[in-house]
């Protein structure tokens, strides 16, 4: 079962090369005994590979953050 302890906020974070920036944010649940999903959506830059990371921060200002993933954003598209 997945869970939520003092949860204040999950920072969305895209990057490249090492370099991330926040892009949203989710409210938190709080204390939470349940599995929760939550869903940002992102209109990233085609042409590309973006990298994608999640904060979790707190209540008390304590921060983990998840193992990057990549995303292929595909080739640049021509339209009418």
Same mark, same amino acid.
């Given at each position: ?31 939470? $005994?349940? %599995?929760?999903e939550y869903e940002?959506?992102? !209109?990233?830059? +085609? @042409? ?11 209540? $008390?200002? %304590? ?6 993933? !990549?995303?292929? +954003? @595909? ?6």
């Amino acid at each position: 079962m997945n869970s939520e302890i003092s949860v204040n906020r999950y920072a969305v974070e895209r990057g490249a090369n090492g370099a991330f920036a926040e892009i949203g944010s989710l409210q938190g649940g709080g204390n939470v $005994d349940a %599995a929760v999903e939550y869903e940002y959506v992102d !209109t990233p830059p +085609t @042409g590309r590979s973006v990298q994608y990371r999640i904060r979790q921060i707190t209540n $008390d200002g %304590a921060q983990e953050v998840t193992e990057p993933i !990549t995303v292929n +954003t @595909g080739i640049n598209a021509v339209g009418p």
